[in-house]
């Protein structure tokens, strides 16, 4: 099955910083999608992008949809200990059937 | 409260055996869907389902089958030809068109 490149894997920050991460494809997609799992439990819809170019935030997290439509990136500003967790872009490619394509995922860590 | 209920949380089951993950949902979703996520990797797509009785296989269908009689509820059956079913389950459903996946909080499955 296909899977979107995630980077970085992981990432071990002080409380304060802010983070970047990525996700890139060879395909095209519709709309790109970020999600936070906490360990044990099922991923949480964090920001949904469904233009080229789209650029959304929710609170300290900005995502944006890459002109290409090959690529996308999460920013989370400011971040705090409740911050830890994998964070997992998803590529949708559209049409009838509404499959989304799931990065490998990026684990953040943050210390207090 | 809608969501999405997935039980048992943890399974544990001999080799050899089938057995079946529930997954209800009262958002009165169209589409659910199955995946699999193993330590590492992104989420793989194992069956979806878009309308009541009738279902697609994922990407990783070989070793599970599921059914949709009704619209609130797609389980997931583990048989014993799956090689390798420990894993973590998360369902999830949308409504139609290009709406987002919600997620379950998982089914730890454990065979030993």
């Known amino acids: 099955g296909q899977q979107l490149n995630q980077s970085p894997q992981s990432m071990f920050i002080q409380e304060g910083e802010d983070v970047s991460m990525n996700c890139t494809s060879s395909?095209?997609?519709?709309?790109w999608l970020w999600y936070k799992q906490d360990p044990g439990e099922g991923p949480v819809l964090l920001i949904a992008?469904?233009?080229?170019?789209e650029l959304t935030s929710n609170g300290r997290l900005t995502a944006q949809f890459g002109i290409t439509r090959k690529d996308s990136f999460l920013n989370i500003s400011a971040s705090i200990p409740s911050d830890v967790g994998i964070y997992f872009c998803?590529?949708?490619?559209?049409?009838?059937?509404?499959?989304?394509?799931f990065g490998t995922g990026t684990l953040l860590a943050v210390q207090p | 409260d809608g969501g999405i209920t997935q039980s048992p949380k943890y399974l544990f089951r001999k080799e050899g055996q089938n057995v079946t993950l529930s997954c209800e949902q009262n958002?009165?979703?169209?589409?659910m869907y199955w995946y699999r996520q193993d330590p590492g990797q992104g989420l793989r797509l194992i069956y979806y389902s878009q309308i009541v009785n009738d279902f697609q296989k994922g990407d990783i269908a070989e070793g599970y089958s599921v059914s949709r009689e009704k619209k609130e509820s797609f389980p997931l059956t583990v048989t014993s030809a799956q090689k390798n079913p420990t894993a973590f389950y998360l369902c999830?459903?949308?409504?139609?068109?290009?709406?987002?996946?919600?997620f379950g909080n998982g089914t730890r499955l454990t065979v030993t």
């Open positions: 998803a590529g949708q490619l559209g049409g009838a059937t509404n499959k989304l394509i």
């Open positions: 992008l469904y233009k080229a170019g």
């Open positions: 395909s095209i997609f519709n709309t």
């Open positions: 999830a459903s949308s409504m139609e068109g290009t709406s987002p996946l919600h």
């Open positions: 958002l009165n979703h169209d589409a």
